[in-house]
C-alpha cells in the first residue's frame, strides 16, 4: 500500500535519506563516536537557532521540554499566554507540577499582543512568561518579536517559547530577542520523525535552576547540563533520530540554505492563505496568519471529515481536521519541513476536483 | 568503516531488519493506522510480560518511567532497595520529586533479601517499593520472585521494579508477581535502539494516581491511560521504535520463542560466568549473578582501558569498564537481546588472545 502523505502539522513526512538515516547501527552513547555526534549536533543547532547557549536534547516529546521550562525556571509566578490548545496545555502542565502561575486567556482567533504582557508584568507578579509561538490548533503565528522585546524590559522576567511548529521552518534569532528556553520536537519543520525535543537554554536559566527546589530529576536542567560538558547525556536517547537529525541538519544549513528554507515556508504560506481565501477564510486574526499551517475557517459547510477521506482513498493523502471544539468548524493544512510549493500546489488541486471548487 | 559489535549493557546490536523497520515511512499519530500498530503492539507486550495489565508506552527514557512510577504511586512513603548505581539513581529521582522515601542501602556487591524487605515493611511507614531487579552497574540479580512474595503480604504496599536490562531476555510473569510497574527501555534485552521505555500499569496503581497530588504532567499515567482508551498516546512517541517493536516482538514471540529466548540468555551466562571464574572472578554475591551481564573483577588488575581499546582497534567489539567507582576494579560483558553463544564464544576467545590466557 502506497503509505499516506502527511499534509498534517506533525508528523510531516520524512525525505528517504533521512529515514535512511535511522537505521544507521547503533553506537554505545559513552563513546567517543557519540560525543562527536553530539558536538555536531550542537554546532549546527546553534547555528539555525542563531544562539550561543548550549542546545539541549530531551529524550522526550516537546511536551517534556514544556514541562522542564516551568519546572526548573520559576521561582515566583508564571505567566501562561493562552490563545489555544497548546498554550493551555502548558498552562495545565504549570499547575500539575505545583508551580505558581496564572493564564491570560484570549479568544482562541485572536493573538497575544505585546501590551496585554506589559499590563501583567506591570505587577510584579511573575518571573516567568510562557508563550506558543506558533498555534498549532489555531493557525495563529503570536508576534514573538514585540512580546520578547516587552519581556526584555523587565530584569528578571524569564522567557520560554514553544516553537514547536516554527522551529527550522521559521527564522527565530533566540539570543537577539533573549529567550531562555525556545523548544521543538522534530516532527514539524525539522521533517524528521517524532521522538527527541530540542531547546537552547541560557545560562542565567541555570543559575535560577539551582536556587528553585528540584521538582523533576528527568528534566533537570543542570544534571543535563552536567553530561553535556562532556559531550553526552544523562540518559540513553533515541540515537537514531540522532543520526537523522545531524543528516537534516546539514541539509538544511548546508544543502537549501537557511534562508531559502523560510523563504519556501513564505510562499507555501502564501499560497495556502490566497486559496483559503478564496474558497473559505482564514481562521486567525488578520496578520498573524502561521507561516507553517494554515487553519481554515469552514465557511462552506463542508464536511472535513469526508474531504480527508476522500483524499486519503482516493489520492492518498491526508491533511488535519480542527483540533478539539474547532473540528468540522475549521480544517488545517500543513506546508511545513521539507514540503515543497508543488506538494501543496498538487493538493489544492485535488482538493478543488473533490469540492468542486474553481 | 565497520561498525564496533556491542557487548555493552546496553545499547546492544540492532538487527538489521529492526534497524530497516526503523526506516518505514511516518504515520499519522491520530490516524485508524497508529491505533492498529498500537494495539498489536499491546497485544505482544502482554504475552512478553505474562499480563493482563495495559502496557505503558513512555515516550522517554526508562529514568522517566522510574521517574513516573514514584510520582504517581506513593501516597504515603517509599521505600527505594539500593544495592547499585541505577537503584540509587531511583532514590535520588523519587526525592527530586519531593516524594517522601527512605533507601535501604546494602553493598554493592550483595544481593537484596527478602526479610530485609519485611523487616521495613512491618515498619508500616511505607506504601511502596522500588527494586532494580537486574542491577546494570554490579550484575547483580536481585530475588524478585522471593521480594514481590514479601510485597504481596502488605496489602496497600505497591512493588514497582526496574527491570530495565531483563526484560524480554528473562521470564517475569508481572500479574502472577503482583508487580505494579514493571519497566524497562528498549536498548537492552530487546535488542532495539533506545528512544522509549514500556511498562504495564496495574488497576490498583491508576486508582491511587488520582488520589496523589498531581507531581508531573508528562509523567501522569491517568492522562496516558485516557489516550490508550482510544489506542494513542497522550504525546506523539518515537514513531520509528513502534514499527521496530512490533516486528521485533513478532521475532520474538513467535519466530524464536519465548522459551527458547530465555533459555538462549541463560546459556550464554553459564559460558560468560564460566569463563570469568576461570580467569578472573565474578563481581556480585554467588548465586544472584545477572543472566544478561557479567561483571567481571580485576582479580589479575589488567587494564579494562587498554583492553577495551584493543578489542575495539583490533576487532571491532566493546565492551564495558566497571560502572562508576567500580571502572577498573570490574568489567562487564553484556550477553543480552539478540546475540547468540556463538558472538559470545568468539569475543571471549579475542580476549583470551589480547590478554595470553590459556
Keep these: 500500500m502506497r503509505h499516506h502523505r502527511l499534509f498534517t502539522p506533525g508528523p510531516v513526512e520524512v525525505e528517504t535519506e533521512n529515514l535512511q538515516a535511522l537505521a544507521t547501527p547503533q553506537l554505545h552513547h559513552r563513546s567517543k563516536e557519540f560525543s562527536q555526534l553530539f558536538d555536531s549536533i550542537q554546532e549546527k543547532l546553534k547555528r539555525l537557532l542563531y544562539t550561543e547557549n548550549p542546545v539541549f536534547i530531551f529524550s522526550s516529546s516537546a511536551t517534556g521540554a514544556m514541562e522542564a ?32 502561575c496564572d493564564a491570560l486567556s484570549i479568544e482562541w482567533n485572536k493573538a497575544i499582543k505585546p501590551e496585554m504582557v ?15 509561538f506558533n498555534e498549532t490548533s489555531t493557525g495563529t503565528m503570536n508576534p514573538l518579536k514585540e512580546i520578547a522585546e516587552v519581556v526584555k524590559e523587565y530584569d528578571d522576567v524569564f522567557l520560554f517559547v514553544d516553537a514547536v511548529s516554527a522551529m527550522a521552518g521559521v527564522k527565530i534569532e533566540v539570543d537577539k530577542l533573549g529567550i531562555d528556553m ?38 533537570n536542567l543542570n544534571i543535563m547540563h ?8 544523562p540518559v540513553t536517547p533515541a540515537i537514531p533520530h540522532l543520526f537523522a537529525l545531524d543528516r537534516q541538519l546539514d541539509y538544511i544549513l548546508n544543502e537549501e540554505g537557511l534562508e531559502n528554507r523560510f523563504a519556501r515556508h513564505e510562499r507555501m504560506a502564501a499560497i495556502v492563505q490566497k486559496w483559503a481565501r478564496t474558497h473559505f477564510d482564514t481562521y486567525p486574526e488578520r496578520g498573524y496568519e502561521s507561516k507553517t499551517l494554515t487553519c481554515i475557517e469552514n465557511t462552506r459547510g463542508i464536511s472535513v471529515k469526508e474531504l480527508n477521506e476522500r483524499l486519503m482513498n482516493e489520492y492518498g493523502m491526508r491533511i488535519s481536521n480542527g483540533y478539539g471544539e474547532l473540528k468540522e468548524k475549521t480544517f488545517r493544512i500543513a506546508h511545513m519541513g521539507d514540503a515543497q510549493v508543488q506538494d501543496v500546489k498538487g493538493l489544492l488541486a485535488v482538493i478543488d476536483d473533490i469540492l468542486g471548487l474553481e
Design 118 to 132: 506589559r499590563e501583567k508584568l506591570d505587577t510584579g507578579e511573575y518571573d516567568a512568561v510562557t508563550l506558543v
Design 69 to 100: 521550562a516551568v519546572t526548573n525556571g520559576v521561582k515566583k509566578k508564571c505567566l501562561n499566554l493562552v490563545n489555544g490548545a497548546f498554550s493551555k496545555r502548558w498552562h495545565q502542565i504549570t499547575a500539575y507540577n505545583g508551580v505558581p
Design 182 to 219: 525556545c523548544l521543538a520536537g522534530l516532527q514539524k519543520c525539522f521533517a524528521l520523525p517524532s521522538g527527541l525535543a530540542v531547546s537552547p537554554v541560557s545560562e542565567r536559566l541555570l543559575e535560577r535552576a539551582k536556587e528553585v527546589p528540584p521538582r523533576s530529576y528527568y528534566f
Design 226 to 233: 552536567k553530561y553535556y560538558q562532556r559531550s553526552q547525556t
